[in-house]
């Protein structure tokens, strides 16, 4: 009872500390709601250009990773339309979950995810601060609200045009926010010394991007911060090597627990490239820092535009690191993460429900993967029910798996007590 009353007792908690501090500091109010605003046009977004994929996803998907190039060019293009290399990486998990792209191909995707990561930071860098985006952004929020009383099309181009437009509004209240908030919250004269320092910061961008679920809008209050003068450039590139790895934590955990073999390895392999690019940024960050400031002396790039270069610099260089391991990772996956042995029966003793092995929430990310996963899941079922006919009809469960012989052949006489259990059987499956 005890442990039923916590959590929402906990999020009640957390609610209303949540809600005390938008009464107490209205800066802090604006910078939430920049934030809402953004997540919310993300999935807005998200949901608009999936329904516009409709049954196209999964030829695109097919055509796009037969070769590691062609994958590579795929995950840089999808993750710079929707904005999210941890939504592409999930859908990518779902595809190879329904078999529909090989494994290799899947990493080559993660690998573009990772590079197309870094265009919408270059874009908003290269926008400024200065630049206010709600001129365009409301009339961009009327015509997709009007849009979404037509038709399907012109409901999904709206949905997906107040995205947009969300995302938008959602940016500049971001940045009056970390103005506002200016005089209050100073992190830039933080002195914790080099190596601490770094590792303080790399430590808020990777939780940072835990809690938001996205790594863009991580580099969004990033570069918003860096903008208001309230962390340094150096704390900025460590704030996005660690959202780097939080966006692979948070794929790993879905990859992980709601995906057959094949997902859990793309989703390792995620994980892996984007601790081995953080740790070998880390080793490199004297060199990496040297080039981006000596780039910025040559070309008078601003704060903002620095932390775009170091973000694309290092996940550069973790693509130069994988890029001809892409097949020696996939065997070493293979090995690491190999099949459940086949062997053994479907129904388990006594009269405990079989679960689904083939849905869960990542697969509803596209139709096509919605629809392949249901269709291997009946199969599923099927075997299970044929097991279930073995036991009314007291056949061997055995004898299912085994390879035809004499059509003629007896079967063994059940062995005593025969106990007819079919209506618990039934009930309980």
């Given at each position: 009872m005890k442990s039923n009353l916590f959590k929402p007792v906990l999020t009640a908690a957390l609610l209303a500390a949540l809600a005390y501090s938008f009464w107490y500091s209205a800066p802090w109010l604006k910078l939430c709601y920049g934030l809402a605003l953004f997540l919310f046009g993300m999935q807005c977004i998200e949901e608009g250009l999936r329904n516009a994929a409709g049954g196209t996803?999964?030829?695109l998907m097919a055509k796009s990773t037969s070769t590691p190039a062609k994958g590579l060019l795929f995950g840089i293009g999808a993750t710079f339309?929707?904005?999210?290399?941890?939504?592409?990486?999930l859908l990518t998990i779902a595809f190879l979950s329904t078999g529909l792209i090989t494994l290799a191909g899947g990493i080559a995707v993660i690998l573009g995810t990772n590079l197309g990561a870094t265009s919408g930071i270059w874009l908003l860098a290269m926008a400024g601060q200065s630049i206010s985006l709600s001129p365009v952004a409301v009339p961009m929020l009327v015509f997709g609200i009007l849009a979404g009383f037509l038709n399907s099309k012109g409901k999904t181009i709206g949905r997906v045009l107040v995205g947009i437009a969300l995302i938008f509004l959602g940016i500049d209240a971001i940045k009056?926010?970390?103005?506002?908030?200016g005089g209050q919250v100073d992190f830039s004269s933080v002195q914790a010394g080099g190596v601490a320092e770094i590792a303080i910061f790399s430590t808020i961008g990777l939780f940072l991007t835990i809690v938001l679920q996205s790594s863009h809008a991580t580099l969004i209050l990033t570069l918003a911060a860096l903008a208001a003068g309230q962390i340094s450039v150096a704390q900025g590139f460590a704030i996005a090597i660690g959202s780097n790895v939080g966006s692979s934590i948070s794929t790993a955990f879905v990859g992980m627990l709601g995906s057959d073999r094949s997902g859990q390895r793309l989703a390792l392999a995620h994980l892996l490239f984007n601790v081995v690019t953080a740790v070998l940024s880390l080793l490199l960050w004297l060199p990496l820092t040297k080039l981006v400031t000596f780039t910025a002396g040559l070309t008078g790039m601003g704060g903002l535009l620095q932390l775009a270069l170091f973000h694309t610099l290092f996940n550069g260089?973790?693509?130069?690191?994988?890029?001809?391991?892409?097949?020696?990772?996939?065997?070493?996956?293979i090995k690491w993460l190999p099949e459940k042995e086949a062997g053994g029966h479907l129904l388990p003793d006594g009269h405990q429900p079989v679960r689904a092995l083939y849905l869960n929430h990542n697969m509803l990310r596209s139709g096509d993967t919605a629809i392949r996963s249901v269709f291997k899941e009946i199969g599923h079922l099927n075997a299970v029910s044929l097991e279930a006919i073995c036991h009314v009809l007291f056949i061997p469960v055995d004898k299912l798996y085994e390879?035809?012989?004499?059509?003629?052949?007896?079967?063994?006489p059940p062995k005593p007590p025969l106990n007819l259990d079919a209506q618990a059987l039934y009930e309980s499956q």
């Open positions: 996803l999964e030829r339309i929707l904005q999210s290399s941890t939504l592409v990486s009056d926010g970390f103005q506002a908030l260089l973790g693509l130069a690191v994988f890029w001809k391991l892409q097949e020696r990772l996939a065997r070493q996956l390879e035809q012989t004499d059509a003629d052949e007896e079967l063994p």
